[in-house]
Each structure stands twice: as C-alpha cells, then as structure tokens.
T-cell receptor
Framework: GAGVSQTPSNKVTEKGKYVELRCDPISGHTALYWYRQSLGQGPEFLIY????????DSGLPNDRFFAVRPEGSVSTLKIQRTERGDSAVYLCASSLGGTVNTEAFFGQGTRLTVV | GENVEQHPSTLSVQEGDSAVIKCTYS??????FPWYKQELGKRPQLIIDIRSNVGEKKDQRIAVTLNKTAKHFSLHITETQPEDSAVYFC???????????FGKGTRLSVIA
C-alpha cells in the first residue's frame, strides 16, 4: 500500500510569508507526528496527533507554528510570518497508535527554504 | 524530558569489518528504542527496534543490545557492505506510541 506522502516536496518562500505543508499518513494509522530536521541533525519533534486531537504540541517552537488534523487522517502544518531560521526539512510520520509502540513510518519530507 | 546522546558522530570502516554505534538515554520511563537509517536525501527508515523487556535482538547482520540499568543501547552491524553507508539515528520513546526523541546521528562510511 501507499506510504506516508508529503506535499510539496520543496517549497521556497519569502521571509514573512505564510506556508502550509501537507501530510497524508498511511491509511488506518491513528498516530501522526511532525518533526523538523536541520542539516546534520536528527529529527526534532514538533507535534503529535492521536486521532484528531493534538496529544502533545510541546515541540512547536513558537506561536507562528500550528498544525491541524480535522478528520483524523490528513494533517497540515502551518507556519505564519516565516523566518530564515525556519528553513529545514519538515518530516511527517505515522504509526498504528495504541498502547504498544509500533513502527513510525516517515514521509519523504518537505524541504522548506525561506529567502 | 528525554535526552538521547549518540556516539560517534562519524564512523569509517573497511568493507567486511563490524561497526558499532552507541546511544544513551536519560529517562527511565522510556521503553522503546528504534534505529533508523537515512540515506542522503531520503526518508528515515526503521532497520531494527528493541523493547525494554529484552536485552538483545538480531536480524541477519544487524543486532541491537539494551542495558536498562545503565540506560544505554547499541547498534552492531557485522560484515559491513558499501550499501550500509548512510546516517544512522537511534531514538527512544515512552509507552503508547509517544513521539520519538532522536540522537544526532552517526554518519557511517563503508570503504570498499
């Protein structure tokens, strides 16, 4: 079946603009995660959804970042008033959820460049 | 919160030799420890994972060991091949599919 899909794969935007990044998780996966990966670093947690609700948003760096998952499937990460420091690869992952940890499958990421 | 340290940051081995990457974690509540391989420009992919109720797990040339008392776990790759060259990340999480906390990665180069 299809894996985790992220669109767009690349996004170049001007400083101060608003961007939306989309994630389509694997069908049936209730847990969805957003991470940010800078060059030479490991993925850094941003926000985690269990179903439609954000179970943990403690990784969001500030109030310019927001994410939604209105129907418990597709999720959108929204960044307002982008800054050059927001440039990174934004990764989405999904897993089955539940009480037993299961494999988190990653998308190919969206490379965001703020100029 | 959880903190995962990973060493070394770079590792070069000759083809056929073994490679070992080590990680430590800080939170004793963590019970799930996956390892991901990321090739240049690609997504991270799970290669092996271990849960805190076992001390070792092996899958062909790859093995992971876990020492809960010392809060460290290691990845062992035997008979390395050029296609093993990639960045490897360790991670830890609490029960219940909570978010993974990643180490900073190890760039492994296997020299033919």
């Amino acid at each position: 079946g299809a894996g985790v899909s992220q669109t767009p794969s690349n996004k170049v935007t001007e400083k101060g603009k608003y961007v939306e990044l989309r994630c389509d998780p694997i069908s049936g996966h209730t847990a969805l995660y957003w991470y940010r990966q800078s060059l030479g670093q490991g993925p850094e947690f941003l926000i985690y959804f269990q179903g439609t609700g954000a179970a943990d948003d403690s990784g969001l760096p500030n109030d310019r970042f927001f994410a939604v998952r209105p129907e418990g499937s597709v999720s959108t990460l929204k960044i307002q008033r982008t800054e050059r420091g927001d440039s990174a690869v934004y990764l989405c992952a999904s897993s089955l959820g539940g009480t037993v940890n299961t494999e988190a499958f990653f998308g190919q990421g969206t490379r965001l460049t703020v100029v | 919160g959880e903190n995962v340290e990973q060493h070394p940051s770079t590792l070069s081995v000759q083809e056929g030799d073994s490679a070992v990457i080590k990680c430590t974690y800080s939170d004793s509540a963590s019970n799930y420890f996956p390892w991901y391989k990321q090739e240049l420009g690609k997504r991270p992919q799970l290669i092996i994972d271990i849960r805190s109720n076992v001390g070792e797990k092996k899958d062909q040339r790859i093995a992971v060991t876990l020492n809960k008392t010392a809060k460290h776990f290691s990845l062992h790759i035997t008979e390395t091949q050029p296609e093993d060259s990639a960045v490897y990340f360790c991670a830890a999480s609490h029960p219940g599919n909570t978010p993974l906390v990643f180490g900073k990665g190890t760039r492994l180069s296997v020299i033919a």
